[in-house]
């Protein structure tokens, strides 16, 4: 089992950045992705960024060019670096990390982009 603990998020103004941290604990040794989706109000989740375990990365059209995913593969951690944001990005983000195909979730952190 895996537990992800995010940390970051709240309120800004458009125009401004945000970091959010994840923390992976468990039988963590196994993740080889990790990443953030996000979910809008009354909008499906949706992915934001993606880093496996060798250093690929994945980005939402969305986001590209404006948010950068990194991680500490040996601890398990995985951030993403919001600039530049948006309305639009306001949003609950979610840590999820894959294991053996199965996919686990954190409890998610609020965005809220507004001035």
């Known amino acids: 089992q895996v537990q992800l603990v995010e940390s970051g998020g709240g309120l800004v103004q458009p125009g401004g950045s945000v970091r959010l941290s994840c923390a992976a604990s468990?039988?963590?040794?196994?993740?080889?992705?990790m990443g953030w989706h996000r979910q809008a109000p009354g909008k499906q989740r949706e992915l934001v960024a993606s880093i496996t375990s060798g250093g690929a990365i994945i980005y939402a059209d969305s986001v590209k060019g404006r948010f950068t995913i990194s991680g500490d593969n040996a601890k398990k951690r995985v951030y993403l670096q919001m600039n530049s944001l948006k309305p639009e990005d306001t949003a609950v983000y979610y840590c999820?990390?894959?294991?053996?195909?199965?996919?686990?979730w954190g409890q998610g952190t609020q965005v809220t982009v507004s001035s």
């Open positions: 999820n990390a894959n294991q053996g195909g199965l996919r686990f």
């Open positions: 468990g039988s963590i040794f196994s993740i080889y992705e």
